[in-house]
């Protein structure tokens, strides 16, 4: 809280949950969105007893996600049984992990890191009957500062008491929709043609140069792939800018030795 950097990260947020909870000692312990302790040695007790009770709620997590455009689709299903019936908050947050920042307390390593509230803090509100199933899809885009891996969704549903009926949680690179070729230069190679005998480009020499490509495992394959060299420098000139690289399947590279650049 405070100045840390995931505070003021998303500070609108943060402090819009900060006032719903109503905090004023840090660290503090809610189960299930209720308050247990701020005393640590106290937590597990608290999380086995919660991690023991049947959730009133089951929550499923679908969606797809475009790593090019960093946006996505979260669908949502909620399936309440005889003990829920009401009106109820649902939330779907975006976390990332592996977050390194050496915080006041000294503690250098952070997970679950809430970056966004989807489509805000307030949430959505839901009305709720027994054993009727609820969906709801949101929208939602990654910032680029965020790493994709390390990102997941999570949703929940709380009551007007702030209680948490259940939680659920799909990790991004799960949804990532692959429906394209994933490219990536992992090989370059330079053949100065009539070399001076100093292995380096020289004013008024030619080279030729391959690029190898390699396609991601995960990945579909790349059909009619074309390479273009391009440059800014005003004293180079590419005789012949592009090279096709044809197929590339996934877990594949290829070089353009035939057609050098």
């Not at 086995?48 to 679908?62: F, K, V």
């Not at 592996?98 to 000294?106: A, I, P």
């Not at 990654?142 to 949680?169: G, H, M, W, Y």
């Not at 429906?179 to 330079?190: D, F, G, H, K, W």
Request: glycine share 6%; with cysteine.
């Amino acid at each position: 809280w405070g100045t840390d950097i995931f505070n003021t990260y998303n500070p609108t947020e943060n402090n819009a949950r900060f006032s719903y909870y109503t905090w004023n000692v840090t660290p503090d312990l809610r189960v299930d969105g209720v308050d247990r302790s701020y005393t640590s040695s106290a937590w597990p007790g608290f999380i086995n007893s919660a991690a023991s009770n049947d959730a009133p709620l089951e929550i499923r997590l679908s969606g797809s996600f475009d790593e090019v455009s960093r946006t996505g689709t979260c669908s949502i299903i909620l399936n309440p049984d005889s003990r829920v019936n009401g009106n109820y908050k649902l939330h779907l947050v975006l976390v990332e992990d592996d977050l390194y920042f050496m915080g006041s307390n000294g503690y250098p390593d952070h997970e679950s890191v809430m970056r966004d509230m989807i489509p805000n803090a307030n949430g959505t509100s839901v009305s709720l009957m027994p054993d009727v199933p609820y969906t709801q899809s949101f929208n939602f885009s990654v910032p680029a500062l965020l790493t994709v891996e390390n990102c997941r969704l999570i949703a929940f549903v709380q009551a007007p008491d702030r209680s948490v009926l259940n939680a659920a949680k799909v990790e991004l690179p799960d949804i990532i929709v692959r429906n394209v070729p994933r490219l990536a230069i992992v090989e370059n190679n330079m053949q100065i043609l009539e070399d001076d005998g100093d292995d380096k480009l020289n004013p008024g020499e030619s080279a030729t140069f391959t690029i190898t490509i390699e396609n991601d495992c995960l990945w579909l394959g790349g059909e009619d792939v074309l390479g273009t060299l391009s440059t800014t420098s005003p004293y180079v000139t590419i005789s012949a800018n592009q090279a096709n690289y044809h197929q590339i399947a996934a877990c594949e590279s290829v070089t353009n030795t035939s057609e050098p650049y």
